[in-house]
């Protein structure tokens, strides 16, 4: 795909279980935002009803607008399209990329999400912008979650990438660096951030750890 403006190094992914619906997914992204997350995917896995997606996704849009921090939705293609956010992120059991990319247009980003060394042998590099890669660890998060790949293996998967790739799963503070200096090109978190009793402090940590193994520190 065409190099597009894309900074995975702090990937929020929402959830409005954990934050709190949708006033509780914009606040979360307002601070997350000011404190150092560079994209926001908004993602929901139970009640949450179509109606739910297309004000969260707007009123998500509207937090972002003056940013340069891009707003993906996960899965729901037509959500995107009408609210006119940066992109989709998709997983294995969603429409196939060139299908995502037909309906998205050339210049919206498209995320997709591999599990292990098959799917990744499998990607449609010509319509991808960017990897998901995970579960990195253990998360109570996702309730279908693959087993945990682990560091090793991600590294593996790195090494295989042919577009920027950002990991995810149970990544936390103490693990952060570990899967930055894996080959990855940001860390994707949903508790790590979402929930949070210091939601400031937490994602400013993240922030700087992420910072610091990009220098090589
Ligand atoms: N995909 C793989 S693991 C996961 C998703 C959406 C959940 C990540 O959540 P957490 O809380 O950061 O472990
Ligand atoms: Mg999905």
Not at 103 to 119: E, V
Not at 122 to 137: A, R, S, T
Not at 186 to 197: D, E, F, K, L, T
């Amino acid at each position: 795909m065409r190099q597009k403006k894309l900074d995975l190094s702090l990937y929020l992914v929402l959830d409005p279980d954990l934050c709190g619906g949708i006033d509780g997914m914009v606040n979360t992204t307002r601070i997350a935002v000011a404190n150092g997350v560079t994209a926001v995917q908004l993602r929901a896995e139970h009640e949450f009803t179509r109606r739910d997606w297309y004000l969260a996704a707007l009123a998500l849009k509207q937090v972002l607008k003056d940013t340069t921090v891009p707003l993906l939705i996960n899965d729901q293609v037509d959500i995107a399209l009408a609210v006119e956010a940066d992109g989709v992120h998709v997983g294995q059991k969603d429409l196939p990329v060139d299908v995502v990319r037909k309906l998205i247009g050339a210049d919206k980003l498209l995320g997709l999400s591999i599990s292990n060394l098959q799917q990744i042998n499998q990607v449609n590099w010509q319509k991808v912008d960017y990897l998901g890669i995970g579960p990195v660890f253990p998360t109570m998060t996702k309730q279908d979650a693959a087993p945990p790949l682990g560091i090793t293996t991600l590294a593996e998967l790195n090494q295989c990438k042919q577009c920027p790739a950002v990991a995810i799963g149970g990544i936390n503070l103490q693990n952060a660096a570990e899967v930055m200096q894996s080959g990855s090109d940001g860390i994707a978190v949903i508790s790590a951030i979402c929930g949070q009793p210091n939601i400031p402090y937490a994602t400013r940590q993240l922030y700087h750890v992420i910072e610091q193994a990009k220098q090589g520190i």
